[in-house]
């Protein structure tokens, strides 16, 4: 499995922007496809957006559609999460997750690498 570190969390006002990254180990990332999740306080952590191994397929839950944006590089082992037009419903800590076989999910279940989390806090 490939280790997964998030970054670039932080405190925006609504209607910022944040891009998180997720920087993978090892040589086989091409391989996975990619999420990111969310948990806010309280809650139970929810499904944002996923990538194919390729970057050919996107999915995202219906909350973000249209504002936020999953992509990869898989020249720099990376992923990403724009976030756009941000709200305050968005204050979570965003984990992401990789998938060994390249299956496209929506399921934590289905990923078996997981990042430590970095938190978004979104202030009005």
């Known amino acids: 499995q490939v280790q997964l570190v998030e970054s670039g969390g932080g405190l925006v006002q609504t209607g910022g922007s944040l891009r998180l990254s997720c920087a993978a180990s090892?040589?086989?990332?091409?391989?996975?496809?990619m999420a990111w999740f969310r948990q806010a306080p309280g809650k139970e952590r929810e499904f944002v957006a996923a990538?194919?191994?390729?970057?050919?397929?996107?999915t995202y839950a219906d909350s973000v559609k249209g504002r936020f944006t999953i992509s990869r590089d898989n020249a720099k082992n990376t992923a990403y999460l724009q976030m756009n037009s941000l709200k305050l419903e968005d204050t979570a800590v965003y984990f992401c997750?990789?998938?060994?076989?390249?299956?496209?999910?929506?399921?934590?279940?289905?990923?078996?690498?997981w990042g430590q989390g970095t938190q978004v806090t979104v202030s009005s």
């Open positions: 997750a990789g998938n060994a076989y390249g299956t496209m999910s929506y399921r934590e279940g289905d990923f078996g690498s």
């Open positions: 090892g040589r086989t990332f091409i391989r996975y496809s």
């Open positions: 990538i194919s191994w390729s970057g050919g397929s996107l």
